[in-house]
């Protein structure tokens, strides 16, 4: 069997579970204050996945009140120093893909593009701003530290919330499920930097409970099935290279956009390569 049927055979039990229910039941655990329970639930988790706590800020796994209170830790102020570039990685995890966007078209995997406009929620004007520029897809899998920080300075423009399918958003899914990233449900993050706009969207996944921002707080739930927006004054929202943007709720995806001619990839940077927070990523041109 190629491995182009293997992973769509893989992959064919999510269309068939209720994944917004689940959804829903997993924000419900992962918020309740139980006790030993969930203290028995962290350690659990730390186990299975070897988070590495030595790096958090505090490394008690008994005094998280809750599982995503631990989730979402802070690390170590000394845990993620920034590189000397214009362009860090803004999370912990693995590169899925970067390089080039084809006029319109971000790869997803072998067979599978989806459109900037479809990944911003059909704005075209928007998607304009990144024809033939580069993309970069960040995988954040659970054992990441899963704060998202921003890759360079930049002043907020827009947000914008899609409503959409919760697929998992690991590697197999990503080579089976067709337009994935632009299908899940997702939060677009604008920002206009030194060099030019650049977009950050927070892509939501089985099991994400909700996806927050600095400025917002946490932005689903709810879920109304509508595009919601919201536009920021020039200024009023201004963040610095390597300051905490958002964060996720159990893992998920990063896509970040730019435009054409503004910026290149560290050359190591290359589809599976584990990355860190601060790291560099690129550098403006």
């Known amino acids: 069997m190629s491995s182009f049927f293997s992973d769509r055979l893989a992959v064919l039990p999510q269309y068939l579970i209720p994944k917004q229910a689940l959804t829903v039941f997993a924000g419900w655990v992962a918020s309740g204050q139980w006790g030993s329970v969930t203290t028995a ?11 590495n706590m030595a790096e958090a800020a505090n490394p008690d796994t008994a005094s ?10 802070p690390l170590r102020a000394d845990a993620r120093p920034l590189a000397a570039a214009g362009l860090v990685s803004p999370v912990d995890g693995a590169i899925s893909q970067c390089g080039p966007i084809a006029g319109d078209q971000v790869f997803q995997a072998k067979g599978h593009s989806y459109s900037t406009q479809a990944l911003l929620g059909g704005d ?71 060099w030019g706009p650049f977009a950050m969207v927070l892509v939501g996944a089985t099991i994400v409970g909700s996806m927050a921002t600095v400025w917002h707080g946490v932005v689903n739930p709810p879920r109304p099935g509508a595009v919601r927006e919201w536009t920021y004054e020039m200024g009023n929202i201004a ?22 001619g503004a910026m290149g990839f560290n050359p190591d940077w290359t589809p599976t390569r584990p990355i860190v927070m601060g790291e560099a990523m690129g550098d403006w041109q």
């Open 41 to 51: 639930i962290i350690n659990r988790f730390v186990k299975r996945y070897n988070v």
């Open 64 to 73: 998280y009140t809750s599982f995503n209170t631990f989730f979402t830790r």
């Open 124 to 194: 075209a004007a928007l998607a304009a701003e990144f024809q033939d520029g580069q993309f970069a897809t960040l995988y954040l899998s659970p054992r990441d530290y899963h704060r998202i920080h921003m890759p360079c300075a930049g002043q907020l423009r827009r947000m914008v919330y899609v409503p959409g399918d919760l697929f998992s958003v690991n590697p197999t899914t990503a080579r089976g499920v067709p337009g994935l990233f632009a299908r899940n449900e997702r939060v677009v993050c604008v920002f206009d930097g030194e």
């Open 239 to 260: 963040l610095a290279q390597g300051e905490e943007m958002g964060r996720f709720l159990l893992g998920s995806t990063v896509v970040m956009l730019f435009p054409k």
